[in-house]
């Protein structure tokens, strides 16, 4: 599945299981003592175990971002670099020592797949493999390969399956082991900021690829259970909001949430269907979810998220999910959101929404 696609399921999931409506959630931060509100907000407070990940317990090692590489080829820093240049990004990130040494590999005769490192944010995380092909034939005729994972926790994975996507992400080559590939694949935050045990299960190795076999796609069943420690991942910066309505054609969209990270700037807005112009009449929201989908892109494309006077456009403009049978919000309740680049919201004094010719204060 696109990106996209994955982030669409994903919110559906969580709005069933997160009842609390975004005032619910601003109450609870603004009562909330400091630590609390580390919990509350983002998840990390509980320590982690150093040790070695073997068999089904697992645990990640956190060491600075100057200290030997699980990677085998000198600071993770650097390695990440040498094969995922363009993602100066997470590189950073990993300087800075953000990120944990898991290393267990699993092994099904025909390819040896290793977790090396979780590193990334608390709003995306990274998953850093390694995958071995011991066919020589096959990993000569392909300079890169496409691996699938679920990344769950382990009830999700047992019990409910099939309302999950899985994750997948290419690996490149490496350039001095012909049968080696490195694979940095996004991860679910939902999962994976609670220092609680993951379950990342990888279940397909793909190729462009295959002469010999004309096989392309092969079947694995390997599972890494793993806890991610906070300092693992870098802290990004949500905000609720409760007082900030955006009006368009007929549409109340109220501002909730926003999410400072330092791969993006998430937005995330709520609405109501029912009763619109544009619904038309139509209580059923899947009949008509791609018009207001298309509305929403339309009228998202003008945002102008403006930091210190200066000006970002919106990345990407997301889809929507709505509840119509009330088990999660009010029914004809629904959810959408845009993503900024990433700015620096510590350091920034005046942090503003611009929509229509109107502001909207942030920080």
């Not at 977790?115 to 066919?135: I, M, Y």
């Not at 802290?235 to 109220?254: A, H, K, M, V, W």
Request: glycine letters at 8%; hydrophobic letters at 35%; aromatic letters at 12%.
């Amino acid at each position: 599945m696109k990106n996209t696609e994955y982030i669409k399921a994903m919110n559906a999931v969580c709005d069933e299981n997160f009842r609390l409506t975004g005032a619910e959630m601003l109450e609870k931060a603004k009562n909330a003592a400091p630590e609390e509100r580390n919990i509350t907000m983002n998840g990390t407070t509980k320590r982690h175990i150093i040790g070695k990940f073997i068999g089904a317990a697992a645990a990640c090692l956190v060491i600075s971002g100057t200290a030997a590489s699980a990677m085998g080829y000198g600071p993770l820093g650097d390695s990440f670099r040498r094969f995922f240049g363009k993602d100066e990004t997470t590189a950073g990130i990993i300087d800075e020592g953000h990120y944990c040494e898991i290393g267990q590999d699993l092994t099904d005769g025909n390819f040896t797949v290793m977790l090396d490192s979780v590193t990334g944010d608390q709003t995306a995380p990274k998953l850093l493999f390694e995958v071995t092909v011991n066919d020589e034939k096959l990993a000569a005729e392909n300079d890169r390969l496409h691996l699938f994972a679920y990344v769950l926790d382990e009830d999700r994975y047992n019990n409910h399956l099939d309302e999950y996507a899985m994750w997948d992400a290419w690996g490149e080559k490496d350039p001095n082991v012909s049968n080696m590939y490195h694979v940095c694949m996004d991860g679910p935050s939902a999962f994976m900021i609670n220092e609680e045990e993951v379950l990342a299960s990888v279940k397909q190795i793909s190729f462009e690829k295959d002469p010999a076999n004309r096989k392309f796609d092969y079947d694995v069943n390997m599972e890494f259970r793993f806890t991610v420690p906070h300092q693992a991942l870098k802290e990004s910066y949500p905000r609720y909001y409760d007082d900030i309505t955006l009006q368009d054609n007929g549409i109340d969209y109220d501002v909730f949430y926003m999410d400072f990270g330092s791969y993006d700037t998430l937005l995330k807005v709520q609405y109501d269907f029912l009763g619109t112009e544009l619904a038309g009449g139509e209580t059923d929201y899947s009949k008509v979810m791609d018009k207001f989908d298309k509305y929403w892109h339309k009228f998202a494309g003008g945002f102008v998220l403006c930091v210190d006077g200066v000006e970002y456009n919106p990345l990407e403009l997301g889809y929507s999910y709505c509840d119509t049978e009330g088990e999660a919000f009010d029914a004809g309740r629904c959810s959408t959101w845009m993503t900024f680049p990433s700015v620096d919201y510590i350091g920034a004094d005046n942090i503003t929404l611009m929509v229509n010719g109107e502001s909207y204060t942030l920080k």
